[in-house]
T-cell receptor, first 114, second 112 residues
């Protein structure tokens, strides 16, 4: 296992379309996080899972956003009816509960809404 | 209002110079992390500090966690062009959830 994997790396979509991103965490990690990062800013927290349970959601996560981690392994983040303001880098990270202070990030998915 | 502030926002120095970047908050953190990020890539974890007053060294990088666990600094000795990037501090707030709060970053450019 070489680290957190995110797919796709880049996605260009038309406004109003739905998009789905996938994150495969480090295999033994039970916590999984989603963040969003816009140009010139630090990552902003969206949500996190411990195993399959979604334990915390940011107010940034509008009704158009939904995240799942059905078997406690990989996770998906879906954005419905995309808007131009959704254009950003979407980052996934994972950590172990026992060493929760160390989170490892994937390379991100760059979303461009046109 | 950012929970974590970083300074300076931008820093451009010559190869061989020393530098320090700062991460400050009015909140207490149970742990604090430093990451380095290159354009188009995800952040890469450099270090985690958990104890107030803790100092960690990673080759030419020295990280310090404030005694009150509200601030941290990163010092780079003899900077090299390969140190160029966005340096992000992040922390887990004490007694409040398990997500990582990020600062806005310090963009470092080391010129040859």
């Amino acid at each position: 296992d070489t680290g957190v994997s995110q797919n796709p790396r880049h996605k260009i979509t038309k406004r109003g379309q739905n998009v789905t991103f996938r994150c495969d965490p480090i295999s033994e990690h039970n916590r999984l996080y989603w963040y969003r990062q816009t140009l010139g800013q630090g990552p902003e927290f969206l949500t996190y899972f411990q195993n399959e349970a979604q334990l915390e959601k940011s107010r940034l996560l509008s009704d158009r956003f939904s995240a799942e981690r059905p078997k406690g392994s990989f996770s998906t983040l879906e954005i419905q009816r995309t808007e131009q303001g959704d254009s950003a880098m979407y980052l996934c990270a994972s950590s172990l509960v026992t060493t929760g202070s160390e989170a490892f990030f994937g390379q991100g998915t760059r979303l461009t809404v046109v | 209002t950012q929970l974590l502030e970083q300074s300076p926002q931008f820093l451009s120095i010559q190869e061989g110079e020393n530098l320090t970047v700062y991460c400050n908050s009015s909140s207490v953190f149970s742990s604090l992390q430093w990451y380095r990020q290159e354009p188009g890539e995800g952040p890469v974890l450099l270090v985690t500090v958990v104890t107030g007053g803790e100092v960690k060294k990673l080759k030419r990088l020295t990280f310090q966690f404030g005694d009150a666990r509200k601030d941290s600094s990163l010092h780079i000795t003899a900077a090299q062009p390969g140190d160029t990037g966005l340096y992000l501090c992040a922390g887990v707030l004490e007694n409040y959830g398990q997500n990582f709060v990020f600062g806005p970053g310090t963009r470092l450019s080391v010129l040859p």
